[in-house]
């Protein structure tokens, strides 16, 4: 029996937890067919998601048949939990993407084929809601076509016209074609699983329709995966269930993995085969099996055992402040945690400074579900106000950072080199730094303190990112070096170098933009075309369908969050608005934000830019300008 793990993926509304539904009673695994929209979906079990009938958290369920063994993982819709979808795709072996036939494909439809390509997931397309009067299935054909790959191939008919579609996708199958060789079932499994082809096929969930022919199709065309006897696992999800036990869901890449065996330095208690709602307790789980393990306390979504994480590309751009009402703010503080450890892209922070908490989330529908789950799991009537848009911080230039912590009877010197990444890739960390100047140990005190912490730029107090930070250089004492001079000089060494390029005007401050979709009527645009560019957004040339125009196109979030409502009212509810985050660019009015930020970097005492040296038994303060003449330790890339 071919055993694979697939995932459902859809823009929220297209049907996918409909057809999720569909597959699972159609292949008989389930009795009775429940529905969405009544609440009574095998799929969505919980009771935020029954009340507002669309996926919020990810689900499993066992697909079964003669033939195949699937474990079909169900994916939040809305973009404000992209996130949560995303941290699954490093655990698939194909994709099923759901497009609905009355909408097309839309912008977050876009963003999830990006999100695929880059984890390069297999994937299989299925038009949903084809059964509705009017739909065009060649119309919807090419526009999957155009907006997605050449290589989406209608599978519903297997003729001669098929099978020509299939050849002309590689040039080795079109001269096997050509010279009258017949195209094999391995062939087509060998493109489907190379992301050259991606069959489509088209039906309606609600009403069975084209799901059988759908089912034969994901047993013909799928290959089950191969695995290595090394034991290799990852991390794709963390929840708690109704007593509180907290379950981190792994999918087995390789070997086996044991009930009461220990994963690094903790003890798996229990393996859970989860389906819906309910599941079975397993002694082993082999590879390929997705489980949920009881017992761990420091797992993580994304992680990789054995094998390299993944880092989420979706992350939260807005920030709000916690009002705990009547209740404490350690035990709202605390709730929080929880929630953040389910969810990490939710990114709750501490202010000491103002005593307040603050959330990162996506939008706000996510706040509006975080909101019901404190009230419903924690019993906290919290609320949030309206916070500000999380910018970030880059560099422009590269230039060699030093930290040095010399109080009495401790020392660390620590020499980074700080250099500009690549647009959204985050934060890169390396290791240069030759065993002979610093001891493995005290190498990795220093990486261990890059890590972390989230560090601060010094513009605005935002968030770093799109660099790479490489360990070069430093000095430490057989004598004097304790545990903790380290992290503290490497933390003021990132800062230092960054005040370096501040006085050399080498850093951006950056903001999130979105990429939009906006259709309007034809004597709208003008409004439209206005509106953005007062946004200082950019567009596409605007396209005609019927007497409605079509506009896409990318502006900061800052000036777009508050749009959707503005469509609305201009539109009188008829035109259409969806965005999805594009990523971090260049801040459009940065020396406004800057100045209404007002931030002082060398008043930041839990962020110093300034070294500690000792001299005369003593240890004192020197300005970070004046570190690179103080310094201990020669510089690698001298300043000019």
């Known amino acids: 029996m071919k055993k694979i793990t697939i995932g459902i993926l859809a823009h929220v509304d297209a049907g996918k937890t409909t057809l999720s539904e569909a597959l699972l009673y159609t292949a008989g695994n389930l009795r009775n067919l429940g529905r969405v929209d ?41 973009v404000d939990f992209a996130a949560q979808t995303e941290e699954t795709l490093g655990v698939l ?8 036939a009355t909408d097309g494909v839309v912008s977050y439809t876009k963003a999830l084929w990006r999100l695929l390509q880059r984890y390069n997931v297999p994937t299989f397309i299925f038009v949903n809601k084809t059964d509705i009067a009017g739909i065009d299935l060649k119309q919807v054909l090419a526009d999957i076509q155009e907006n997605l790959d050449q290589g989406c191939i209608d599978f519903n008919k297997i003729d001669d016209d098929f099978y020509e579609n299939i050849a002309t996708v590689d040039d080795d199958l079109l001269e096997k074609y050509l010279d009258g060789q017949a195209i094999e079932v391995a062939d087509i499994q060998k493109l489907v699983l190379q992301r050259q082809v991606f069959p489509v096929f088209f039906g309606s969930a609600l009403k069975l329709t084209g799901i059988p022919e759908f089912l034969a199709g994901l047993d013909q065309w799928t290959k089950e995966k191969a695995f290595g ?16 036990e907290r379950l981190s869901w792994l999918r087995v890449l ?14 798996i208690n229990q393996l859970r085969n989860y389906n819906g709602a309910k599941f079975n307790v397993v002694p082993e789980a082999t590879a390929g099996d997705v489980v949920a393990a009881t017992g761990l306390k420091d797992t993580y979504p994304g992680e990789g055992i054995g094998t390299a994480d993944t880092h989420a590309f979706f992350k939260p751009v807005l920030t709000y402040r916690v009002n705990p009402g009547e209740h404490d703010i350690p035990e709202c503080l605390k709730a929080l945690k929880v929630l953040e450890d389910e969810n990490p892209q939710l990114h709750v922070t501490w202010s000491e400074h103002l005593q307040e908490i603050h959330v990162q989330v996506m939008g706000e529908i996510q706040l509006e579900i975080l909101e019901q789950l404190l009230q419903e799991r924690f019993s906290l009537a919290i609320s949030f106000e309206q916070g500000n848009i999380l910018y970030k911080e880059t560099i422009t230039k590269p230039i060699e950072a030093v930290g040095h912590f010399e109080p009495l009877r401790h020392y660390a010197e620590v020499h980074l080199l700080l250099e500009p990444g690549s647009e959204n890739s985050g934060i890169i960390f390396e290791n240069k730094c030759d065993l002979e100047v610093l001891t493995k140990n005290w190498q990795h005190q220093i990486m261990t303190a890059l890590k972390s912490k989230e560090h601060l730029g010094v513009l605005t107090g935002s968030p770093i990112t799109d660099m790479k930070i490489t360990l070069i250089g430093g000095k430490g004492s057989l004598v004097h070096s304790v545990g903790g001079d380290f992290r503290e000089a490497t933390y003021r060494a990132i800062r230092q170098g960054l005040m370096e390029l501040k006085v050399r005007n080498e850093l951006q401050l950056l903001e999130p933009w979105y990429d939009f979709h906006l259709e309007v009527e034809q004597d709208q645009v003008g409004r439209a075309l206005n509106d953005i560019q007062r946004m200082h957004g950019k567009f596409d040339t605007p396209e005609n369908n019927g007497n409605r125009t079509i506009i896409n196109g990318s502006a900061p979030v800052s000036e777009m969050r508050d749009y959707a409502t503005e469509v609305r009212s201009y539109t009188h509810g008829q035109g259409i608005f969806e965005c999805v985050v594009k990523g971090y660019l260049p801040c459009h009015n940065a020396d406004e934000i800057i100045a209404a930020k007002d931030y002082d970097p060398v008043s930041d005492l839990e962020n110093t830019p300034n070294s500690v040296f000792c001299s005369h038994g003593a240890g004192h303060t020197v300005t970070w300008d004046q570190v690179p003449q103080t310094a201990h330790y020669p510089y690698s890339y001298p300043l000019d």
């Open 93 to 100: 072996d194909y994709a099923i993407l759901v497009v609905s």
């Open 254 to 267: 390789g070997g086996s993995l044991k009930a009461k065996s220990m994963l690094g330095d903790e003890k």
């Open 38 to 78: 009544n609440g009574d979906a095998f799929l969505d079990t919980n009771s935020l998601e029954k009340k507002r009938g669309i996926t919020i958290f990810l689900h499993a369920a066992k697909l079964t048949t003669k033939d195949l063994d699937v474990t079909l993982l169900d994916t939040p819709g809305h």
């Open 229 to 244: 006897s090394d034991f290799k696992a990852r991390c794709f999800k963390i929840s708690h269930d109704q007593k509180g």
